[in-house]
C-alpha cells in the first residue's frame, strides 16, 4: 500500500478497511495466548480423570458422561451466540467467557460428589461456548489474506493449552490434591486482563469487518451444493474427534492397562500427544492457504488411517510413535475445514464457527459417554480397535467442491 503524505510532510493514517487487509499479528498473537490459558484450564479436568475416578469411585461409564456434560455445554450454546454474534457483535463477551471458567476451576476444586463434578464441568462448558466463536470470530478479523495461518495460529494456542495442563496437573493436581486446582483459575484472571484488550481492538473493527464479508459474499456455488457440503464437513469432523477422544480421554487408561505404566508416566504420553496435536495444528492452515483446503482435508483424515489401524497391535515405544504421527496428521484438518466451512458461508463467521467448534465439542463429548460404555462392556483395548476405522470417512472429501474466491 503506498504511503499518503500531507502537504507538511506528515503522514495520513490509513482507513480502517486497509487494516483488516493485512495480518495483524499482535492481535492473532493475544487471542492465541488467551486460547492456550483457556483450554489449558480446560484440559485439567481431563487430565484430573483418573483422581476423581478413584477418589470419588467413578465408573468408566461416569467419566463419559462428565466429557458429555462438559462438551454438550459447549456445543449447544456455541452456534447460538455465533448466530446472536453475527447480528449483533459482543466483543467484550471474551472476558465473561473467561469468568465462566475461573468459576468452574473453582468448583471442580471442592467437588465431592458425581453432581458437583457434573456441575463443575457444565460451567468450564459454558465458558467454551462464550469464547470460541467470538475468538474466532477475532482471528479471521485479524487475517487479511491469510485465513487459514490465522485460524491456525490461533487453533495452535489452543492445542498447546490443552497439552501444558495434563502436565501441570501431573506436577501440581496430583501430588497435591484435587483442591489445587483452584490455583489454575489465577490463569483465568491473566486470560480476562488479555481479552479486554482484544475485545477493543474488535469493537474499533468491527463494523467495517462485517461490510467487507458482506461484499465478498460469493462463491459460486448453489444452496444445495453448500448444504451438502456442510453435511460431509461435519461427517469429516465426527470421524476426526471421535477418534480424537478416544486418545484425549482414554489414552491415559488404555497405557495403564495394557502396559502397566503408572498415572504420572501414562500422562507424560498424553502431553507428548497432544504437544503432536499442536505441531500439526501449525501445518494445515498455512498449507491450505498455498496448495487448497481441500487437498489438506484429504491428507489429514483419509491419510491417517493407516497409523489408527496399526496402533492397537503394537508395542509401548511404537504406540508413543504412532500417537504422534496420528496426533500430527490428524490436527492439520480442523483449520482447513473450518476456513473451508466459512468461505462456503460467507458474512456467518461467529455462526459457522460456533457451529463448527460446538460440533466438534458434542462429537467428542458423545464419543467419551459411548466409547466409555464400550470400555466398560469389553475393555479399553476394544475402543482403539474399534475406532481405527473411523479415518476411512476420509473418502467423502471427494464430494466437496472446489469453492471459488470472490
Request: with cysteine; hydrophobic share 55%; aromatic share 12%.
Amino acid at each position: 500500500m503506498e504511503k499518503t503524505l500531507t502537504a507538511d510532510g506528515h503522514l495520513v493514517p490509513p482507513p480502517a478497511s486497509d487494516a483488516l487487509n493485512t495480518t495483524t499479528y499482535p492481535v492473532i498473537a493475544a487471542i492465541s495466548f488467551a486460547h492456550l490459558l483457556n483450554d489449558m484450564m480446560q484440559s485439567v479436568l481431563l487430565a484430573i480423570y483418573p483422581m476423581l475416578k478413584l477418589g470419588l469411585n467413578l465408573s468408566f461409564a461416569q467419566i463419559g458422561l462428565i466429557t458429555l456434560t462438559y462438551q454438550l455445554t459447549a456445543s449447544l450454546l456455541q452456534p447460538l451466540i455465533g448466530l446472536y454474534t453475527d447480528r449483533r457483535p459482543l466483543p467484550y463477551s471474551l472476558p465473561l467467557g473467561m469468568g465462566f471458567t475461573l468459576f468452574g476451576l473453582l468448583a471442580l476444586s471442592q467437588a465431592g460428589s458425581f453432581a458437583a463434578v457434573l456441575l463443575a464441568a457444565m460451567l468450564i462448558g459454558m465458558g467454551s461456548s462464550v469464547f470460541h466463536p467470538e475468538s474466532s470470530r477475532v482471528a479471521r478479523m485479524a487475517a487479511g489474506r491469510q485465513p487459514g495461518l490465522a485460524q491456525s495460529l490461533f487453533q495452535i494456542g489452543g492445542n498447546l493449552g490443552a497439552a501444558i495442563g495434563p502436565l501441570l496437573a501431573a506436577l501440581i493436581i496430583v501430588p497435591r490434591g484435587q483442591g489445587s486446582a483452584a490455583w489454575f483459575s489465577l490463569f483465568a484472571l491473566l486470560g480476562v486482563v488479555v481479552l479486554s484488550f482484544v475485545g477493543r481492538w474488535s469493537s474499533h473493527h468491527v463494523a467495517t469487518f462485517r461490510k467487507r464479508m458482506q461484499a465478498h459474499a460469493g462463491n459460486g456455488l448453489s444452496r444445495r451444493q453448500i448444504g451438502w457440503s456442510l453435511v460431509i464437513l461435519g461427517l469429516l469432523m465426527f470421524s476426526k474427534f471421535f477418534y480424537m477422544t478416544s486418545l484425549s480421554s482414554y489414552y491415559t487408561f488404555y497405557l495403564m492397562d495394557r502396559f502397566g505404566l503408572p498415572l504420572a508416566s501414562a500422562q507424560i504420553y498424553l502431553f507428548v500427544f497432544l504437544f503432536s496435536v499442536a505441531a500439526g495444528t501449525v501445518l494445515g492452515g498455512p498449507v491450505g492457504d498455498r496448495i487448497g483446503r481441500k487437498r489438506v482435508i484429504w491428507g489429514s483424515i483419509l491419510g491417517v488411517a493407516p497409523f489408527t489401524m496399526l496402533l492397537p497391535h503394537v508395542g509401548l515405544w511404537w504406540t508413543g510413535v504412532l500417537s504422534v504421527i496420528i496426533g500430527m496428521i490428524l490436527a492439520s484438518a480442523f483449520s482447513a475445514i473450518l476456513v473451508y466451512a466459512q468461505e462456503l458461508v460467507p458474512g456467518k463467521v461467529g455462526a459457522i464457527s460456533g457451529l463448527f467448534f460446538g460440533f466438534a465439542f458434542g462429537m467428542g463429548g458423545i464419543g467419551a459417554a459411548l466409547l466409555g460404555q464400550l470400555a466398560d462392556a469389553t475393555s479399553i483395548e476394544t475402543v482403539y480397535q474399534v475406532c481405527a476405522y473411523l479415518p476411512l470417512i476420509g473418502l467423502l472429501t471427494a464430494f466437496l467442491p472446489t469453492i471459488r474466491k470472490a
